[in-house]
């Protein structure tokens, strides 16, 4: 989903701006957002179940209404990660095309 707002803002952007989407400069600083998105979701998994095991040992009584909880909120978190740079670029794009439709200057960061 995230995939389609993105293409369409930068297509907006291009077609009706006639510029660039002010991509990194140089581009290889994208690659190190990818990077430490696979490195906070490889730390995240990895972490959760560790915490299981230390509080499976610690208090097995509560082990699984940990694991219920713990599973319930990994997956919220790791929905908003993965759909984080989705909903920002998309909030960036309805600023930038308001601003074209109402005549605000834009300046470049």
Same mark, same amino acid.
């Given at each position: 989903m995230h995939c389609i707002v993105a293409s369409v803002v930068? *297509?907006?952007s291009y077609f009706l701006g006639n510029g660039d989407f002010h991509l990194?400069?140089?581009p290889l600083f994208? *690659?190190?957002g990818v990077i430490l998105y696979a490195i906070a979701a490889n730390v995240c998994f990895t972490g959760g179940w560790l915490t299981e095991i230390v509080v499976r040992k610690i208090w097995p009584r509560e082990a699984d209404r940990f694991a219920t909880t713990s599973f319930s909120l990994g997956l919220i978190f790791s929905v908003l990660l993965t759909l984080t740079p989705g909903i920002l670029l998309g909030v960036g794009g309805i600023?930038?095309?308001c601003g074209y439709l109402f005549g605000v200057a834009h300046k470049p960061l």
């Open positions: 930068v *297509l907006g990194p400069n140089p994208a *690659l190190f600023f930038a095309f």
